[in-house]
C-alpha cells in the first residue's frame, strides 16, 4: 500500500487488512512523501503488529512507491490496497487460494462495492453477472487493447511478484495509468481474471485520479495501449474508443444512489436518512427549476437570457469536442 496525504481514511484501509481471516502476510505501506499525519498514524500501527513495514521516502508517485515496496516484499504474491479503501475480511483467503489453485494465471482481481465518503455503499463497479469468468482472459485483454478501460480494479487485485519482475513492473512515467500498463504486459505472458466475489470497500470521491487529473489519465491510457500494440505488432491506430475515465457524480447523486442501494438492501432507516438529505440538497434546484417554466411565459428577458445561457453552453461542450480531437491527433502522431 503506498500512502500520500491518506489520514482521513487511513486507520480504517490498515485495520481492514489486519483482520483478513487469511494471517500469513507482510503488510508493506510506503508513505511517499505525506505532509500530513499519514507517518504518525503508520507508526502507530507498526508498533503494534509486527507483519508491517514501512518504507518512507519523498514523492515519487504512486508507480515508483509501489515499484519501491514490492522490491522489499519477500512473498510470492502481491496484493494490492489503497490508502481510502476496505478490503472484506476474507479478501486474502478467497485470493490466495484462488491463485493456489490456478498457476496458469498471473493476475486476479474481483468485484469492487463502491462506497461514498461516508463509508457507505451505493452501487457495484460491475455487477456480479458481468464480471469477467476465468476462462474470458481474451475479453479482459482485448479490452484493454482496444479501449484502454482496466478490467482489474487495481486496489482488489493479487498478482504473481514473478510476473511482475518478468515484466519490469509497473511504468513510472504513466502516472495515472500505471495499472492498465501492467496488465497490459502481463496479458503479454499469461492469462489474467475476475471473481465473482466482492472483495473490497471502493472508496469513490472527488479525489481520485479521475476526478482531478482526467486529462492527463486520458493521455496516460492512450500511451499504455500505444506502447502495447507496438509491442505486439498492431498497426491499429484508431485511438477513437479509448476510455476517458470515471465522471464523478455528485453529492447530490451520490445521496439518491446511496438511498436506492440501501434501500433494496433492506436497510430501510438508512436509506431514509440518505434520502431525506438527497431531499434537502436537490429542494433549491428543483424550486428554481419550477419557477422558471412558470416565469418564461411571463418575462421574454428571463426566456433570452436562458437561450443565451444554453447557446453559451452548447459552444461549450463544442470547444471541448475539438480539444479531445486536438489531442487525439497528437497522440496519432506521437
Known amino acids: 500500500?503506498?500512502?500520500?496525504?491518506?489520514?482521513?481514511?487511513?486507520?480504517?484501509?490498515?485495520?481492514?487488512?489486519?483482520?483478513?481471516?487469511?494471517?500469513?502476510?507482510?503488510?508493506?505501506?510506503?508513505?511517499?512523501?505525506?505532509?500530513?499525519?499519514?507517518?504518525?498514524?503508520?507508526?502507530?500501527?507498526?508498533?503494534?503488529?509486527?507483519?508491517?513495514?514501512?518504507?518512507?521516502?519523498?514523492?515519487?508517485?504512486?508507480?515508483?512507491?509501489?515499484?519501491?515496496?514490492?522490491?522489499?516484499?519477500?512473498?510470492?504474491?502481491?496484493?494490492?490496497?489503497?490508502?481510502?479503501?476496505?478490503s472484506l475480511p476474507k479478501r486474502l483467503d478467497i485470493q490466495y487460494n484462488f491463485m493456489e489453485a490456478h498457476p496458469e494465471i498471473l493476475a486476479c482481481g474481483g468485484i469492487s462495492v463502491i462506497i461514498n465518503k461516508w463509508g457507505d455503499e451505493y452501487m457495484f463497479w460491475e455487477k456480479q453477472e458481468d464480471a469477467p469468468?476465468?476462462?474470458?482472459?481474451?475479453e479482459i485483454d482485448s479490452k484493454h487493447i482496444i479501449s484502454g478501460a482496466s478490467s482489474l480494479c487495481h486496489p482488489s487485485s493479487i498478482f504473481r511478484k514473478a510476473a511482475w519482475e518478468a515484466v519490469g513492473g509497473y511504468s513510472a512515467d504513466l502516472r495515472y495509468a500505471q495499472d492498465l500498463d501492467l496488465w497490459l504486459k502481463m496479458g503479454e505472458h499469461g492469462a489474467l481474471t475476475n471473481l465473482q466475489e466482492p472483495l473490497i470497500l471502493y472508496r469513490f470521491h472527488n479525489n481520485t485520479a479521475s476526478g482531478?487529473?482526467?486529462?492527463?489519465?486520458?493521455?496516460?491510457?492512450?500511451?499504455?495501449?500505444?506502447?502495447?500494440?507496438?509491442?505486439?505488432?498492431?498497426?491499429?491506430?484508431?485511438?477513437?474508443?479509448?476510455?476517458?475515465?470515471?465522471?464523478?457524480?455528485?453529492?447530490?447523486?451520490?445521496?439518491?444512489k446511496t438511498s436506492v442501494f440501501q434501500f433494496n438492501k433492506k436497510r430501510y432507516f438508512k436509506a431514509s436518512i440518505y434520502y431525506i438529505s438527497?431531499?434537502?440538497?436537490?429542494?433549491?434546484?428543483l424550486l428554481s427549476d419550477w419557477l422558471v417554466k412558470r416565469l418564461i411565459p411571463y418575462s421574454p428577458w428571463l426566456q433570452r437570457t436562458l437561450e443565451m445561457v444554453d447557446f453559451q453552453h452548447?459552444?461549450?461542450?463544442?470547444?471541448?469536442?475539438?480539444?479531445?480531437?486536438?489531442?487525439n491527433m497528437a497522440n496519432k502522431i506521437k
Open 1 to 86: 500500500m503506498s500512502v500520500y496525504n491518506g489520514e482521513r481514511y487511513l486507520s480504517l484501509a490498515i485495520e481492514s487488512i489486519l483482520k483478513q481471516t487469511f494471517k500469513d502476510f507482510e503488510f508493506i505501506i510506503v508513505d511517499d512523501g505525506s505532509t500530513d499525519r499519514s507517518l504518525e498514524i503508520i507508526r502507530k500501527y507498526e508498533k503494534k503488529d509486527s507483519r508491517i513495514r514501512v518504507l518512507v521516502q519523498e514523492n515519487q508517485g504512486l508507480a515508483a512507491a509501489l515499484n519501491n515496496g514490492i522490491a522489499m516484499a519477500c512473498g510470492k504474491y502481491i496484493a494490492r490496497m489503497d490508502d481510502d479503501d476496505i
Open 133 to 138: 469468468m476465468i476462462d474470458d482472459f481474451a
Open 212 to 256: 482531478t487529473h482526467r486529462q492527463e489519465q486520458y493521455e496516460c491510457v492512450c500511451l499504455a495501449v500505444k506502447r502495447a500494440r507496438q509491442r505486439r505488432g498492431i498497426t491499429n491506430d484508431d485511438y477513437s474508443k479509448i476510455y476517458s475515465g470515471e465522471v464523478i457524480p455528485s453529492e447530490k447523486d451520490i445521496l439518491y
Open 278 to 285: 438527497w431531499i434537502i440538497k436537490a429542494f433549491p434546484s
Open 314 to 327: 452548447k459552444q461549450i461542450q463544442e470547444l471541448r469536442s475539438q480539444l479531445m480531437e486536438k489531442n
